[in-house]
């Protein structure tokens, strides 16, 4: 099975950027199609992105609507690695930011992915 970690959160202002970072490890991240989630306090886990195994292929990164335009989601699968570049940051995207990983697509279904990071903190102040 696969191992995922994140890293990359911190504090950061408004308007702001920041880099998240999901390695895997135990099995070649290249056979697992990877979501991007957020739990702000009190509030359940939401959908952020997904990435397609095959990143390369149309329709193989999906956005909730309140990001789009602000982060992208990418993979580099020689490194083991997805990313979530988030740019304009705001206040309300504070948030434990989780990745997750499944060979099926699952897309913002987040009781459908098998494994899950542990976490990322995220804190943008206004």
């Known amino acids: 099975q696969v191992q995922l970690e994140e890293s990359g959160g911190g504090l950061v202002p408004a308007g702001g950027s920041l880099r998240l970072s999901c390695v895997a490890s135990?099995?070649?991240?290249?056979?697992?199609?990877v979501g991007w989630f957020r739990q702000a306090p009190g509030k359940e886990r939401e959908f952020v992105a997904a990435?397609?195994?095959?990143?390369?292929?149309?329709?193989?990164?999906d956005y909730t609507d309140s990001v789009r335009g602000r982060f992208t989601i990418s993979r580099d699968n020689a490194k083991n690695t997805v990313y979530l570049q988030m740019n304009s940051l705001k206040s309300e995207d504070t948030a434990v930011y989780f990745c997750?990983?499944?060979?099926?697509?699952?897309?913002?279904?987040?009781?459908?992915?098998?494994?899950w990071g542990q976490g990322t903190q995220v804190t943008v102040s206004p």
């Open positions: 990435i397609r195994w095959n990143a390369g292929s149309i329709n193989s990164r």
């Open positions: 135990g099995r070649t991240i290249s056979n697992y199609h």
């Open positions: 997750a990983a499944d060979q099926a697509y699952r897309g913002g279904m987040v009781s459908d992915y098998h494994y």
